[in-house]
């Protein structure tokens, strides 16, 4: 008995494995040559065909993996592109609750700080709106791509051989390793990195869809880099203007890589993870969140 327990989650593994890995190699099939065909005109003018070198990558590797997603949901699992997290049901609804999710974990943040005295008012620079626009739309692809990645195919793999617990905590650790370039081996950034993939993931699970993490990571991105000119995992996306100055204790602030690297996003973000596990629990979320 024992030992087909054991050949049962060897196969259970095996199956995770040999389809991640494939869906990752066909999306580096796919994406491989847009990059190299363009590699020139990327380095020496920034831009391909007028269209700025960044919003050209991140729409790039947005479709490609869509493409990958596609491929093995239609072609190795024999279902339909919608499965892997785009059903059309509740779509402005959960992209609104996203929405106020995302901007509310962000206020409470910023106002803690604030209270922590280690956040001010600092306006300096001006917005330029298209600038401010185009960031809005590179941040947008960035953000459907890393969803895909972690939250769709993957997740439902995971979870189909094992139980959503598993797929929540593998591909937050998977969400990690995907900013692992900006940690620069600190640890608090890394951990709420994680927890933020335990929020996102947890959203994806009640909802069976993608639309509900999409616009919270979307909105929580937004308005940290571009509009309100912190850092955003490290990097300096504003534009040259910024909203909000932080300052003081590296553990409160984040430090380099900015708020997300700080404690009191830590205990907010466990906070709205608790808040829809016990929305989950306590409500009808059949009726409320998912598309049945």
């Not at 139980?163 to 969400?175: E, G, M, R």
């Not at 600190?186 to 069976?208: E, Q, R």
Request: glycine fraction near 8%; charged fraction near 10%; proline fraction near 2%.
């Amino acid at each position: 008995m024992q030992m087909q327990n054991f050949k049962v989650l060897l196969y259970r593994i095996w199956a995770v494995l040999w389809k991640s890995v494939l869906f990752f190699l066909i999306w580096a099939i796919l994406l491989t040559p847009f990059i190299i065909a363009f590699s020139d005109k990327l380095q020496s003018m920034g831009s391909v065909y007028g269209v700025p070198s960044r919003l050209y990558f991140e729409l790039i590797t947005m479709l490609t993996i869509l493409c990958a997603a596609w491929i093995m949901a239609g072609f190795v699992d024999k279902r339909s592109f919608a499965s892997i997290g785009f059903m059309y049901g509740h779509i402005a609804r959960d992209v609104l609750i996203g929405a106020g999710i995302g901007i509310t974990w962000l206020f409470l943040s910023i106002v803690f700080l604030f209270l922590f005295k280690t956040a001010a008012l600092n306006f300096s620079g001006s917005i330029i709106w298209p600038a401010l626009l185009m960031s809005g739309i590179a941040m947008l692809l960035n953000t459907v791509t890393q969803e895909v990645l972690t939250r769709s195919y993957i997740f439902q793999t995971i979870q189909y051989q094992t139980n959503a617990l598993w797929a929540v905590i593998l591909t937050s650790i998977l969400f990690v390793l995907f900013h692992a370039a900006a940690l620069h081996n600190s640890w608090l950034p890394a951990v709420n990195i994680f927890f933020a993939g335990i929020l996102f993931g947890t959203a994806y699970y009640i909802t069976k869809n993608l639309w509900l993490p999409i616009s919270i990571h979307f909105v929580w991105n937004l308005f940290l880099g571009p509009v309100f000119g912190l850092a955003l995992s490290g990097q300096d996306l504003s534009n040259n203007w910024k909203f909000f100055a932080l300052k003081g204790s590296s553990i409160l602030t984040g430090g380099t890589f900015g708020l997300e690297g700080s404690i009191v996003v830590t205990a907010i973000t466990i906070l709205f993870i608790a808040g829809l596990l016990l929305w989950n629990k306590f409500f009808d979320t059949s009726k409320i969140l998912t598309d049945k």
